[in-house]
């Protein structure tokens, strides 16, 4: 999918009225949810999120208002790329893209994850900012958070360890 092919669907969306669409598509699941007019950003976020990396992300253009589409979910790269981690046993998260790092949902939450908490797969660890777009990261292994590399705040570029995971 191609930004014009993205482009045409949010048109479509806005002009049809549609509140809520969701397409899968080689190995791409695009889901996106229209917010409503009296609903804050606490509601939970629709999802662009491949589900093979064979593809790298595209910049989405800025939706029409009211229109709320996220991305997330994009698998971390090789943990081998950071030896002193992957030598020990641990799995490396990398930023999937160039961001702003959230260990938060909101300024007023607990963190997602913690040094010492165990996580399953799929299990959220931290959202990263980037142009507008919030893009949950997720967990790919079961295991101990062991490290956290990042505060709330913190820009982060692509392949940058996130965090340290002990596997199970």
Request: proline letters at 12%.
């Amino acid at each position: 999918m191609d930004l014009r092919e993205l482009k045409e669907i949010l048109q479509i969306l806005e002009e049809k009225e549609i509140t809520e669409f969701e397409l899968e598509e080689e190995g791409m699941k695009l889901r996106i949810r229209k917010a409503a007019a009296s609903s804050n950003h606490a509601t939970a976020p629709a999802v662009l999120a491949p589900l093979i990396p064979t593809v790298l992300p595209v910049p989405a253009p800025a939706p029409s208002p009211g229109v709320e589409v996220t991305a997330g979910a994009f698998p971390a790269a090789a943990p081998a790329l950071v030896p002193t981690p992957a030598e020990a046993g641990l799995v490396v998260v990398k930023s999937p893209i160039v961001g702003t790092f959230y260990r938060t949902p909101d300024p007023g939450s607990p963190p997602f994850v913690s040094v010492g908490d165990h996580v399953r797969v799929g299990q959220v660890l931290c959202i990263i900012e980037a142009m507008k777009l919030m893009n949950e990261i997720e967990a790919e292994v079961e295991g101990e958070v062991v490290k956290v590399y990042h505060e709330s705040g913190q820009p982060v570029q692509y392949g940058e360890p996130l965090f340290d995971i002990r596997p199970d």
